[in-house]
Nanobody
């Protein structure tokens, strides 16, 4: 499967962005989907994931709690990341990823458990 992210850009602190990740193929509903991000000089970190059933899960870090929301539209083969009240520390390349799952409720937090990755989209938040 190929994943293509879009929706990144340069915004000011407090603004919102919605990232999209479009997947090719007819098996999108077979994947749990995730969003990761990588800031300059830092390791890639988990942001959010959504199961095949549509249940969302987020990083335990307080960094995105209450501000980010992941969702999916299986009819459009697309997963979204709604980001509100953006902060300069949200600046990063955001990656979409897909993990093959046999059950509707399985999820993955670790990058190594994902089978496919997009090329990333840059999000820059100015103060």
């Amino acid at each position: 499967v190929q994943l293509v992210e879009s929706g990144g850009g340069l915004v000011q602190a407090g603004d919102s962005l919605r990232l999209s990740c479009a997947a090719s193929g007819r098996t999108f509903s077979s994947y749990a989907m995730g969003w990761f991000r990588q800031a300059p000089g830092k390791e890639r970190e988990f942001v959010a994931t959504i199961s095949r059933a549509g249940d969302p899960y987020y990083t335990d870090s307080d960094s995105v709690k209450g501000r980010f929301a992941i969702s999916r539209d299986n009819a459009k083969n697309t997963v979204y990341l709604q980001m509100n009240s953006l902060k300069p520390e949200d600046t990063a390349v955001y990656y979409c990823a897909a993990a093959i799952k046999r059950t509707y409720y399985s999820i993955s937090y670790a990058a190594i458990e994902y089978d496919y990755w997009g090329q990333g989209t840059q999000v820059t938040v100015s103060s």
